[in-house]
């Protein structure tokens, strides 16, 4: 069984930066992409960004530039790293792990995920 568990939300002020953190337990992790999703209030979930194991990344288009996935093999641990935020990027952040390695893949296992909060 994959778990995935994030951390690193909090609130911050307009203009400012933060770096969420996803541990992943089981093997999973290392050959699969990873990605990162949102969902802001009485708003659908969707999909930040996408990292797989090679490092390839994609991101929505209202996060470029702003946004960064990175990930750590030996550590089992993707990041996001969110800069210039603005009130906009508030929402619930969710890691999630892929059935495979394609930007394509469908996504199987969820964390639990982890509030931002931006600040006007």
């Known amino acids: 069984q994959v778990q995935l568990v994030e951390s690193g939300g909090g609130l911050v002020q307009t203009g400012g930066s933060l770096t969420l953190s996803c541990v992943a337990s089981g093997d999973i992790f290392k050959s699969n992409a990873m990605s990162w999703h949102r969902q802001a209030p009485e708003k659908r979930r969707e999909l930040v960004g996408i990292i797989t194991s090679r490092l390839y990344t994609t991101y929505v288009e209202s996060v470029k530039g702003r946004f960064t996935i990175s990930r750590d093999n030996t550590k089992n641990t993707v990041y996001l790293h969110l800069d210039s935020l603005k009130p906009e990027d508030t929402a619930v952040y969710y890691c999630?792990?892929?059935?495979?390695?394609?930007?394509?893949?469908?996504?199987?296992?969820w964390g639990q995920g982890t509030q931002v909060t931006v600040s006007s």
């Open positions: 999630a792990a892929g059935d495979d390695d394609a930007f394509s893949t469908m996504w199987i296992y």
